[in-house]
């Protein structure tokens, strides 16, 4: 018989997985002294001398990078405009670019500026104000970060020959299905897209096939089409929590796919378990209205090596209770470690 845990529901608050500060940030002043080529407004150490940290300094101008820089830190300032020439002496070389947390417009990036980067490996960009995506010519970039700006369009094509990008965070911002069509497709390696918190109906279309990660929290998504799962056979994890999904938006067996590891589809409308494979682990439906539990949504078939692999499953929220549960569940649910009602 599988361990049962029946915990008060809590409020409940959903967190991003990505941690902000995710790239290898040191402070300069653990890097020892300055080296003398350093523009004056920023710290260049000696013992790290391709890195130039220009961060928390209330700068309202993106300073001269001199040559041989490939880092460049510039979040928690004032920026306002990046002006040209900036970059004149590390268009091919400078590798990462952090820009989080400023006052930047589209408007203030002025041409030759990012639009000459022809080396930049990673770009960060949240918290900003910028209301169209701002790409810089680079066929090496293979993370981009846009969170927290005033996004309201990713037109397609911008990403068609970004064949090394593998992770995109576009969360927080205001971007709807249509403004976002077609924008994914050329990205062939990427790996993880966070679309959470924005005003879209749908899932992203046109994702590639290669994609393992799909955050879209806290949308307006209704439904997900047939058969869309099945043009991503590497999708691990599919988080689709705080939006509005109800029963008759989800086809048979949409979810019913090998690959999934973890599916969140909790604080929705629905009012039964959809169907899902037997190789799914993790299965969050916290916070809908359901109000039955039936065996074929978890087994098709209950044997000797016909069984659920799923570990971890949340009902708490919803309209059911362990004496909802069916007479043969726990032949099928065996190696369940965490089933959670109210």
Not at 130 to 143: C, F, G, N, R
Not at 197 to 206: D, I, S, V
Request: glycine share 4%.
């Amino acid at each position: 018989m599988f361990p049962l845990r029946v915990p008060l529901l809590a409020t409940l608050v959903s967190l991003a997985l990505c941690q902000y500060y995710d790239y290898d940030y040191q402070p300069a002043s653990q890097l020892g002294p300055s080296a003398p080529n350093c523009n004056q407004e920023c710290e260049c150490p000696v013992n790290f001398p391709s890195a130039m940290y220009c961060d928390s300094r209330k700068l309202t101008f993106v300073p001269v990078v001199p040559t041989g820089i490939k880092y460049l830190y510039l979040q928690n300032n004032q920026i306002e405009e990046i002006k040209e020439g900036v970059f004149d002496n590390v268009t091919a070389g400078l590798r990462w670019l952090i820009l989080d947390k400023n006052q930047i417009t589209n408007a203030k990036i002025a041409k030759g500026t990012i639009d000459k980067l022809t080396g930049l490996e990673k770009l960060f960009f949240s918290y900003n104000n910028i209301t169209e995506p701002v790409i810089p010519p680079s066929k090496a970039l293979d993370e981009l970060k846009m969170m927290y700006n005033k996004l309201t369009k990713f037109p397609a094509g911008l990403l068609s020959d970004k064949e090394n990008l593998t992770s995109i965070n576009l969360q927080h911002n205001e971007l709807s299905s249509e403004s976002i069509g077609g924008a994914f497709k050329g990205p062939k390696k990427l790996l993880s897209l966070d679309v959470s918190h924005n005003k879209l109906k749908k899932l992203p279309a046109g994702v590639p096939s290669s994609l393992e990660i799909l955050y879209a929290d806290y949308n307006d998504i209704d439904s997900v089409a047939a058969g869309y799962l099945n043009k991503m056979p590497a999708l691990q994890y599919l988080r689709i929590s705080n939006n509005k999904l109800v029963d008759s938006g989800l086809p048979a067996g949409v979810f019913n796919v090998s690959s999934l590891v973890e599916l969140d589809l909790s604080f929705n409308k629905l009012q039964s378990i959809p169907e899902i494979h037997e190789q799914l682990e993790q299965l969050y439906l916290q916070a809908n209205e359901i109000n039955k539990i039936d065996l074929a949504s978890f087994c098709k078939v209950v044997g000797p090596v016909n069984y659920s692999h799923l570990k971890h499953l949340r009902l708490d929220g919803n309209n059911v209770s362990h004496s909802n549960m069916p007479t043969d569940i726990s032949n099928c649910l065996r190696v369940a470690s965490d089933i959670t009602f109210e």
